[in-house]
């Protein structure tokens, strides 16, 4: 079915709209990927404040274009959605990396991170980052290090004497 020419204005401005507010856009190819898994999809990447749009790859280039960002989409193959992040720059990549372990036929094609295209590899690599919890307990954890090792080295010595001092007791 054709798209007259007022739905594709709007799906263009829909997208530019989409395109303003994000903090990064992943590209996927969802060709061969079942309906229902799909839905599943969008739900997981609707919790996290994330979402899955499928445009024509003419009106995501005219969409890009109005916007200055140099991405041609007729160059990615199969059938390409776009997963913006409107939260997190690395969430929607995990939930798509995450969701290509479980959907043989999804795959990354590539991701719009502060201003610049990456391709698949790198936005895997970014997807397979420790979150930003996990960065943070880490960062705590080696802050703390330095004060409990010291703690523990005091109460070594106090043990080593209460040890001494039972011996010579006994």
Do not use: C, W
């Not at 599943?40 to 916007?67: D, G, P, S, W």
């Not at 372990?101 to 990456?118: D, L």
């Amino acid at each position: 079915m054709a798209l007259t020419k007022e739905k594709k204005e709007s799906i263009v401005k829909e997208l530019e709209g989409k395109i303003e507010k994000q903090k990064s856009v992943v590209f996927m190819d969802f060709a061969g990927v079942k309906v229902k898994d799909l839905s599943v999809l969008r739900n997981t990447l609707k919790a996290a404040n994330n979402e899955l749009r499928v445009a024509k790859k003419t009106l995501m280039n005219i969409a890009f274009k109005n916007k200055n960002i140099d991405i041609n989409a007729k160059d990615m193959t199969g059938e390409v959605g776009l997963v913006f992040g409107y939260e997190d720059e690395i969430s929607p990549a995990k939930l798509i990396h995450q969701f290509t372990k479980t959907s043989p036929n999804a795959k990354i094609i590539g991701g719009y991170i502060e201003n610049k295209f990456y391709g698949p590899a790198d936005v895997t690599r970014f997807a397979e980052l420790p979150g930003k919890e996990q960065l943070i307990g880490g960062l705590l954890g080696t802050l703390n290090a330095p004060s409990s090792n010291f703690v523990g080295v005091l109460n070594g010595n106090l043990r080593k004497l209460v040890f001494v001092l039972s011996q010579i007791k006994k």
